[in-house]
């Protein structure tokens, strides 16, 4: 069974103007789409066509780099459109999720400063996480290209439960260089009842 690119949950325009249309339409149908493709080409007849892209994900240190650059991508896209809403944003202290992010930050806002410098100086291309590790604590980490927390080759290990594409193509036709506004404005869409719902699922 090959993977699908999911559809969109809102309209391309649905984030502006925080995101704007354009961003997102070539982002999900020819960015997204690609690795989904890919990762399908990569493991077409072979084990991993049985296996769910969270096992493929566990041990890709064993598997090409296509399998790991498209099956991150793949991942990656699916969890991140599920994190943002048109009506997301403001904080999520009524939530479980805050409560966990205050226990391990400090305070939303120290939360929001630790995530937004992962974010900002990841060099080159890559992801932002907010993430539990084992024992159920949140943490945040960056990662490279499209490499992710549920990787064995993953500096720190865990179930990304919010992530951040960094990538120029996720902001440069609307922001150029200017990563930190595109970070700030991400702030405004989280879609916090999605990432308490990760959260819950993965304790
Ligand atoms: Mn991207």
Same mark, same amino acid.
């Given at each position: 069974?090959?993977?699908? $690119? +999911? !559809?969109? +949950?809102?309209?391309?325009?649905?984030?502006? #103007?925080?995101?704007?249309?354009?961003?997102?339409?070539?982002?999900? %149908?020819?960015?997204?789409?690609?690795?989904?493709? *890919?990762?399908?080409?990569?493991?077409?007849?072979? +084990?991993?066509?049985?296996?769910?892209?969270?096992?493929?994900?566990?041990?890709?240190?064993?598997? &090409?780099?296509?399998?790991?650059?498209?099956?991150?991508?793949?991942?990656?896209?699916?969890?991140?459109?599920?994190?943002? &809403? +048109?009506?997301?944003? %403001? *904080?999520?202290?009524?939530?479980?999720?805050?409560?966990?992010?205050?226990?391990? @930050?400090?305070?939303?806002?120290?939360?929001?400063?630790?995530?937004?410098?992962?974010?900002?100086?990841?060099?080159? &291309?890559?992801?932002?996480? $907010?993430?539990?590790?084992?024992? %159920?604590?949140?943490?945040?980490? &960056?990662? #490279?290209?499209? !490499?992710?927390?549920?990787?064995?080759?993953? !500096?720190?290990? %865990?179930?990304?439960?919010?992530?951040?594409?960094?990538?120029?193509?996720?902001?440069?036709?609307?922001?150029?260089?200017?990563? #930190?506004?595109?970070?700030?404005? @991400? @702030?405004?869409?989280?879609?916090?009842?999605?990432?308490?719902?990760?959260?819950?699922?993965?304790?």
């Amino acid at each position: 069974m090959a993977f699908q $690119l +999911p !559809d969109l +949950p809102y309209a391309f325009d649905a984030l502006e #103007p925080n995101i704007d249309a354009k961003t997102m339409e070539i982002h999900h %149908g020819k960015h997204h789409a690609g690795y989904t493709n *890919n990762l399908n080409a990569a493991i077409a007849d072979s +084990p991993l066509a049985d296996q769910s892209i969270e096992d493929i994900l566990a041990n890709v240190s064993q598997h &090409s780099m296509a399998v790991r650059n498209n099956g991150g991508g793949y991942f990656n896209h699916c969890l991140f459109w599920e994190v943002m &809403s +048109p009506n997301g944003g %403001g *904080n999520p202290d009524n939530l479980s999720v805050g409560a966990a992010i205050k226990d391990a @930050f400090g305070s939303y806002d120290d939360f929001k400063k630790e995530f937004s410098a992962a974010a900002a100086t990841r060099f080159g &291309s890559g992801w932002a996480w $907010l993430s539990l590790d084992g024992a %159920g604590k949140l943490f945040i980490s &960056s990662t #490279p290209n499209q !490499d992710n927390p549920l990787m064995d080759v993953a !500096d720190k290990k %865990g179930t990304p439960v919010l992530g951040l594409d960094v990538w120029e193509h996720a902001y440069y036709l609307n922001y150029q260089n200017r990563r #930190p506004d595109y970070i700030s404005s @991400f @702030f405004n869409v989280i879609n916090w009842e999605e990432v308490n719902k990760r959260f819950e699922a993965g304790k």
